[in-house]
């Protein structure tokens, strides 16, 4: 199991599964930045909740997208399994749950520590933002999970 698990994280797979999920050529999709609390841009590929591709380990943002355009966190994290079509399924059923009609993948961290970094860092960047609204007397815009 730990040389499966080795395998499943290599630079080598990461970058087939890149490959794979940016290749779908019936699969729409864009591209978004989320800033962390660090400044930092974290890209984010862009699907409808239907479109989601079937994911490797990666961070997700569950997404409302109003009909202005405005997009609303609601909410991080990442997914777990090694199967990435369980990965889907469960980012579907989540973000119905949660009434998100996008769901941003970002695949560019490439081990579980660099995953929860980013999660960390994208979830703080939320409190912050709420908080800040708050302060400002402004409703907020974004929730976490």
Request: charged residues 30%; glycine residues 6%; aromatic residues 6%.
């Amino acid at each position: 199991m730990r040389t499966r698990m080795a395998r499943l994280e290599s630079p080598a797979y990461r970058a087939r599964e890149l490959e794979r999920v940016y290749s779908e050529p019936d699969l729409p999709h864009s591209f978004h930045y989320w800033r962390g609390a660090s400044g930092k841009p974290y890209l984010h590929l862009v699907y409808s909740l239907i479109g989601c591709p079937a994911v490797p380990r990666a961070n997700y943002v569950l997404v409302r997208r109003d009909d202005d355009g405005r997009r609303v966190a609601l909410a991080f994290g990442q997914t777990k399994d090694d199967a990435a079509t369980l990965n889907r399924a469960y980012l579907r059923h989540e973000g119905a749950k949660r009434g998100v009609n996008e769901v941003h993948i970002h695949l560019l961290a490439d081990t579980p520590e660099a995953r929860d970094a980013v999660e960390a860092d994208l979830r703080l960047a939320t409190i912050e933002a709420r908080q800040n609204s708050a302060v400002d007397g402004l409703p907020s815009t974004t929730q976490a999970a």
